[in-house]
């Protein structure tokens, strides 16, 4: 018997507003998801999700952003997001982007065209695994 997906919680960093608006309806409609939170800018996703009091279990960032950028965001997170996946979903996830960003600590990058069912179903398989079994010892 599988357990019933648990809403991921999930942060969001994208700059662009009409974007943002439409990941959040897109993931809410095909995904058991919460979201926690937005930023549009790298100072504001880092400060919240440094935060030791924020929940989230995943991160979904945007490369280019109001300043700063999502690759900022990942070096920030390297070292605190034990447990918690790290996304980047961009219209530039080029082989030298998605080498840097896997370099910098993303789980999965997603190109924004092409790869929004992917992303979806990561989220979805996310979302069904046994709450209690997420990695390093991290319980969800």
């Not at 943002?20 to 504001?44: F, K």
């Not at 999700?49 to 999502?70: A, C, M, Q």
Request: proline share 3%; glycine share 6%; hydrophobic share 45%.
């Amino acid at each position: 018997m599988h357990a019933m997906p648990h809403p991921l919680k999930t942060y969001i960093v994208e700059d662009s507003q009409v974007i943002r608006d439409n990941l959040i309806a897109t993931l809410q409609e095909l995904v058991s998801i919460e979201i926690v939170g937005t930023a549009e800018d790298e100072a504001t996703a880092v400060q919240w999700l440094t935060e030791p009091e924020h929940v989230f279990e995943l991160v979904i960032v945007d490369i280019f952003l109001k300043s700063g950028s999502g690759l900022g965001v990942l070096e920030a997170l390297r070292h605190v997001h034990k447990g918690r996946k790290l996304v980047v979903l961009s219209n530039y996830a080029t082989q030298d982007i998605r080498r840097k960003c896997l370099e910098l600590g993303a789980d999965q990058v997603f190109d924004k065209s092409n790869d929004i069912d992917s992303l979806i179903l990561y989220c979805n398989n996310m979302a069904a695994a046994e709450p209690g079994t997420m990695a390093n010892g991290v319980l969800i």
